[in-house]
């Protein structure tokens, strides 16, 4: 009988934190193609080793129709993490192949790195520890998240964390925009639906957490931006893309808002020689920048292998996947 064959594109991060994962793999009776994620090989060679495959599990890599069409037999592209939007879901749903992710699984985590940069921003650890090394002592006046008011763009399984932590944690207000409200939030957390621009012109702490689609993308720019109040806070742990960055960096240049965090950017990663990196001259009280890593914590990545294993396994067994199916035919 013919082996079934699963393609793997994976973070070396993630191999490295828990690398039970791909052990997982290989002792399953398949064929297993590994791409690791800076892998030195050529287009045509990632596609020779996709072709045929029934199940692809991909962390960032784009999967599109002619990659599809490479395989027929394709059943599942498993996405390990939350955000698909490097997935090409129409081509998908029409060769009825299921696309998944891991929704959920990174949600404390992404919403911990979240709380913890607004902290920063609020505070000014980064610069004030980098001070003290160089014996330079100045104490940097912040001010406190206690009874502020959050602004959440995007209210799901991660939003909803950081509604629990800034709400419980804080006594904050929360105040949110999702075109599908979840009346669960609003039981729980006290969180108010609004419209962007009220989220944009209200909050003192404001965080993105949407994915990224044709509604989203470029959706925060300079004009809503400038709704913020001059002593606020934006943060993106969402998909780069969703922000305008040149509109941030002239924000932030006119002191519209008070500080940035992102942990996405619209080109990843900034450390080509070639690739001019926008916010190279920001200080940190200003600006935090982090490398996509809100997901990266030991616990998440297993949590998301335990979903991304599951799935495997449904599809191995001729079963549809029981976790987050993200496309419909």
């Known amino acids: 009988m013919h082996k079934k064959k699963i393609f793997l594109q994976h973070a070396d991060v993630y191999v490295h934190s828990d690398p039970d994962f791909l052990e997982f793999l290989k002792h399953l009776d ?10 030195n090989i050529t287009q045509k060679e990632i596609e020779t080793k996709f072709s045929n495959c029934d199940i692809c599990i991909v962390c960032g890599m784009p999967i599109t129709a002619r990659l599809m069409d490479l395989a027929p037999s394709l ?28 929704r959920g699984g990174n949600a404390t985590a992404v919403a911990e790195l979240t709380i913890a940069s607004m902290l920063n921003l609020a505070r000014g650890f980064l610069d004030s520890s980098t001070q003290v090394k160089q014996n330079i002592w100045i104490s940097y006046m912040g001010t406190e998240l206690f009874h502020k008011t959050y602004g959440i763009v995007g209210m799901g399984a991660i939003g909803g964390e950081v509604a629990r932590i800034a709400r419980l944690g804080f006594q904050m207000n929360i105040l949110a925009y999702d075109p599908f409200p979840n009346s669960e939030y609003q039981e729980k957390y006290g969180v108010e639906y609004t419209t962007l621009e009220n989220v944009f012109s209200q909050s003192d702490f404001i965080s993105i957490h949407a994915p990224l689609t044709g509604n989203t993308v470029s959706c925060i720019d300079y004009t809503l931006i400038k709704k913020m109040k001059p002593s606020a806070f934006l943060a993106n742990a969402a998909r780069g ?13 006119e002191n519209l808002l008070r500080g940035a965090a992102l ?3 619209e080109n990843e990663p900034y450390n080509s020689p070639n690739m001019d990196n926008p916010f190279s001259n920001y200080s940190n009280q200003q600006l935090i920048t982090t490398p996509h890593m809100a997901a990266c914590t030991y616990e998440a990545v297993r949590r998301i292998g335990k979903i991304v294993k599951e799935n495997v396994l449904d599809i191995l067994n001729n079963r549809i996947p029981r976790h987050n199916i993200v496309n419909h035919f």
Do not use: C, Q
């Open 263 to 265: 942990d996405v950017f």
């Open 75 to 102: 059943k599942l592209i498993a996405v390990f993490g939350s955000g698909y939007n490097n997935i090409d879901i129409s081509a998908a749903s029409a060769r009825r192949i299921y696309v998944t992710n891991a």
């Open 30 to 39: 398949v064929t297993l193609e590994f791409l690791p994620e800076h892998a």
């Open 241 to 253: 893309g969703i922000i305008l960055e040149n509109d941030l960096l002239r924000a932030l240049n």
